[in-house]
């Protein structure tokens, strides 16, 4: 089970909590978010990998952003096509699409971004482009019958442990977890010990 940790910002809080040695660390360059940043610290390991997060950005945009901080992975949180993500995977970048789902989400839309993608990333359908800090209802992803690896986000916090380990031990192909909102002390600073207890207890 892969954690990713989203939204990172100050450079203190990004120490402590690659400390951790989480999968993924995410770095938001969406300006409309509260956890929008504009430098990542030089010295993170390479083990983590690092994540930009971007919303309806186009290629040469990411790609700068890319080289510039040597990220390893992007989140597409927009309504980016087919096309991009492809051109971005190509690229050897992991590529992680985000769509925001609800009751009524149809996941036979996902099917032409399989092969374009490295994960998809199953959010809360809200009124903003991710860090709602609200959950789905999960049990719709027995609607999903694809074997493309996802990560689940939306709202989670310790108290879905057991919930998630669930999904992880049927049929779905639960890649990970994004950790953000519910795991802060303010927009952008992680609580490192509300974190430690989530991993300690996913293992």
Not at 82 to 102: G, H, Q, R, T, Y
Not at 179 to 191: P, V
């Amino acid at each position: 089970m892969k954690i990713k940790i989203c939204g990172m910002r100050e450079s203190e809080n990004i120490k402590e909590v690659a400390a951790l040695s989480p999968d993924y660390m995410g770095f938001i360059f969406y300006k409309d978010s509260p956890r929008y940043i504009t430098q990542i610290p030089e010295n993170l390991s390479q083990e983590i990998k690092k994540t930009g997060v971007f919303v309806n950005e186009d290629y040469d945009h990411i790609m700068e952003k890319a080289e510039l901080f040597g990220l390893q992975a992007v989140q597409l949180h927009g309504e980016e096509t087919v096309e991009l993500c492809d051109k971005l995977k190509n690229e050897n970048l992991e590529v992680i699409k985000a769509f925001s789902v609800d009751e009524e989400f149809d996941f036979e839309t996902l099917t032409p971004y399989i092969k374009a993608t490295t994960y998809f990333l199953f959010d809360t359908k809200g009124k903003n482009y991710g860090g709602n800090g609200v959950t789905f209802n999960w049990g719709i992803l027995q609607n999903y019958t694809y074997q493309h690896p996802f990560f689940l986000s939306g709202g989670i916090t310790i108290e879905h442990i057991q919930e998630i380990k669930k999904i992880e031990q049927s049929s779905l192909p639960l890649a990970g977890v994004d950790l953000n909102s519910k795991f802060e002390i303010a927009s952008g600073f992680k609580n490192i010990v509300l974190l430690k207890q989530f991993k300690d207890l996913l293992q």
